[in-house]
């Protein structure tokens, strides 16, 4: 029996969870009963039941059974709404604190100012020369050094960016390469596309160039997308050595690179982007959602030059063209400056909201950069990252729940463990996803995100069962 045996099992079980086949809140058959339907042994669906419970599909008691776990509770705890008495740790976006007055007072005067009849109209289907221009400089400020306006394109943020490079570079069954966990819109492309992610192992320093190269020759990918700044959701932030590695890895390969780096503004000084290292096979995106406000919708690929024009024919088919009139607002922004001096606002903000949760949730191990927006937060004892999230929300709080994020039952995933022992052999073995991510933003005024964490920290402590754990 091959060893992803219950891998398999675990995944056509989800498939027929799915369809409805296992309604939620049945019990699922015995061991034995699926062992003798799927021609394996009682311990094989025991593996595959304990992977389908480590990533929130089904929950398992000790003598009563595995029973199909509702999901849809857990969708509703990523919300961009709250109510007065929540705290909202989860999801990412600026700051609105001070913000929101002075980018109302900006966008007022930056729409005073659209004048031009042609921002109005279908022309410059590529979108506007000025809004390339700033949207490159915009990427240049933190880091960018290859390209130029006229192989950047306009988008409607990075989502979408996103989805348009995965429609046009990648087929149905492709695979896509992804770090381990990974930002959940990029695993929804995915599987509304038919395409199929592989989860390449990471570290602190972001995606293994080993375990990309090890994917590379198991699985040939079409694409690999990284987010190699404040990663989302473990807050990695890639090396310049770990960029040259990853750099000369794709570069030995047949695929395209895709550099989701929403999030490159927060690094304290500007760090070069692996496309600067392998330009004509990478697709560098930015947006200004983090740093000025997801509603914008502004986002930027900066693209290889022999590219352009056929991914520029693409978003022209699709959306004829981003919003002109929001990237007029943008391009103010950027030109004057005040786009920049917003992002090292909320840079700053995301420092002092770190140091506030630091020491907060000290006992604790956390993994982010002391300037990002987030946390990744590995749950003690007892407590499984689904079941802390539906409680946590029952107290008011609103966290992430490792399982979003994970790429583990997708298909492929490759052992990070794989490394120390033969190459060439993967050994595919479910991700353990038993932490929780944090947002430090969406709560605007700081008595209440403090508040939040006091009580974030007293959940903790308590196990699932009650009582203090330390
Ligand atoms: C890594 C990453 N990429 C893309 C996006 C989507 O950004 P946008 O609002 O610009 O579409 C997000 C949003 O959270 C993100 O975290």
Request: proline share 5%.
């Amino acid at each position: 029996m091959s060893e992803a045996k219950y891998l398999e099992i675990a995944r056509r079980i989800e498939s027929l969870i799915d369809i409805g086949h296992y309604a939620v809140g049945s019990k699922l058959p015995t061991h034995r009963a699926l062992a003798d339907e799927f021609n394996t042994t009682p311990v094989t669906i025991a593996k595959a039941y304990k992977v389908l419970a480590e990533n929130g599909r089904i929950e398992s008691f000790v003598g009563r059974g595995s029973f199909v776990r509702d999901r849809s509770q857990l969708k509703q705890v990523i919300q961009s709404h709250f109510a007065d008495n929540e705290w909202n740790f989860s999801i990412l976006q600026p700051c609105y604190a001070d913000h929101l007055e002075s980018l109302h007072t900006q966008l007022k005067n930056s729409f005073d100012q659209l004048s031009n009849p042609g921002l109005y109209g279908y022309t410059e289907d590529t979108g506007f020369s000025a809004h390339r221009e700033a949207g490159f400089a915009w990427m240049q400020k933190f880091g960018l050094r290859t390209g130029s306006a006229e192989q950047t394109l306009l988008t409607n943020g990075a989502q979408h960016a996103l989805s348009t490079l995965i429609e046009l570079y990648t087929k149905p069954g492709d695979r896509i390469a992804l770090e381990a966990q990974t930002y959940p819109g990029i695993l929804s492309i995915a599987s509304f596309l038919g395409r199929q992610p592989v989860a390449v192992a990471m570290d602190e320093y972001g995606m293994l160039p080993e375990s990309l190269n090890e994917v590379c020759r198991e699985y040939q990918p079409a694409m690999v997308i990284i987010i190699p700044s404040h990663q989302n959701p473990t807050g990695a932030t890639m090396s310049e050595d770990r960029r040259r590695t990853l750099a000369s890895v794709i570069q030995r390969h047949p695929l395209w690179l895709v550099e989701d780096d929403i999030y490159g503004f927060l690094n304290e000084s500007p760090v070069t982007p692996v496309t600067d290292l392998i330009p004509e096979k990478s697709f560098y995106i930015s947006s200004l959602s983090k740093a000025i406000s997801p509603g914008l919708r502004c986002g930027y690929i900066k693209a290889p030059q022999n590219q352009v024009s056929r991914l520029a024919s693409f978003i022209r088919a699709t959306v004829w063209l981003a919003s002109p009139l929001m990237f007029e607002v943008a391009s103010h922004l950027i030109m004057s400056g005040t786009a920049i001096e917003m992002a090292n606002k909320q840079r700053d903000i995301a420092r002092h909201r770190q140091e506030i949760a630091r020491h907060a949730l000290s006992p604790y191990t956390l993994s982010a950069q002391k300037t990002s927006f987030h946390i990744w937060l590995s749950l003690p004892g007892n407590w499984q990252a689904d079941q802390f999230t539906l409680t946590a929300k029952e107290r008011g709080l609103l966290v992430s729940s490792g399982s979003y994020f994970s790429v583990d039952l997708n298909q492929f995933s490759v052992d990070l463990n794989q490394f120390n022992t033969e190459p060439g052999q993967l050994n595919v073995e479910p991700r353990q996803n038993n932490a929780i991510r944090l947002s430090l933003m969406a709560i605007a005024d700081e008595g209440s995100f403090r508040e939040g964490l006091r009580e974030l920290a007293t959940l903790l402590k308590t196990g699932k069962s009650g009582y203090l754990q330390f």
